[in-house]
């Protein structure tokens, strides 16, 4: 074999001509022209530096603390959320705010059916609530759901402006509220549901720094809302619905 010294003079006087002319052709050149144990040899003596793909969630926000969850939901979602709810403990550490589609009075109805089988409190969002950790708000039907600043924490606010993505509550509404109090600090989870609600506001929260959880494709009734986020690339994870309530419970304890 031979020496570094003389693989080095040998790659100054031989290769780097090679390597110049494949640069200044454009790429024209194939980098097979060099032949395997000049490659070899640059590669043992100049070994490729290791790059780490950083996305848009940056380094310094990968352990950042969860602080709230927001969970979007169409199509299948009342089964799915009381199969997660319900396995939540009563000293659940962070507030929940959910989007159902659905119209009004069906959404009072989910509301008193998940109080019965869930240990923490379930609540029909109301103007003016404080949210708390242990208590999962959800939109009432025919009204988006809105977060806004209060003091340390974000208070409730209900409102019927207009229709995005044809639905009122709409998830990217109340993901793009929580992106802008709570940043790297939410947790968003995307339920099985039909169209694309909630795309865009995964994107927010992603810029923000947040952390995207999906409903697999098998366990969802239907895969547009989840689906569409996660082939974005929006998603840290995609989790089947049985897993889907230990991996929140996992996120959100482990600070």
């Not at 070899?40 to 793909?53: A, E, F, G, R, V």
Request: charged share 20%; with cysteine.
């Amino acid at each position: 074999m031979k020496s570094k010294e003389a693989a080095l003079a040998h790659i100054r006087e031989q290769l780097i001509p090679k390597i110049k002319a494949f640069c200044n052709g454009g790429y024209r050149k194939k980098f097979g022209d060099i032949k395997a144990d000049d490659r070899q040899n640059i590669l043992t003596l100049n070994p490729p530096i290791q790059s780490h793909y950083i996305s848009s969630n940056s380094a310094v926000n990968i352990k950042a603390k969860v602080e709230i969850v927001a969970i979007g939901a169409s199509t299948g979602g009342p089964n799915a959320l009381e199969a997660i709810l319900q396995d939540f403990p009563a000293n659940f550490p962070v507030p929940i705010v959910i989007v159902q589609h659905m119209p009004p009075v069906f959404t009072k109805r989910l509301v008193d059916r998940l109080s019965s089988k869930c240990k923490i409190r379930v609540e029909e969002a109301v103007t003016g609530s404080i949210v708390e950790p242990g208590v999962a708000w959800i939109a009432p039907g025919d009204y988006h759901l809105v977060l806004e600043k209060q003091g340390f924490g974000a208070r409730i606010r209900t409102n019927q402006e207009a229709r995005e993505n044809s639905c009122r509550p709409a998830v990217d509404v109340l993901f793009r509220s929580t992106a802008k109090i709570y940043g790297a600090g939410v947790l968003a989870v995307v339920l099985t549901g039909m169209g694309q609600d909630g795309l865009h506001g995964c994107q927010k929260i992603r810029e923000a720094g947040g952390k995207i959880i999906v409903q697999d494709e098998l366990s969802s009734v239907v895969w547009g809302m989840p689906g569409s986020v996660a082939n974005s690339g929006f998603a840290d994870r995609v989790v089947s619905l049985q897993d889907m309530a230990a991996e929140i419970i996992d996120r959100v304890s482990s600070h």
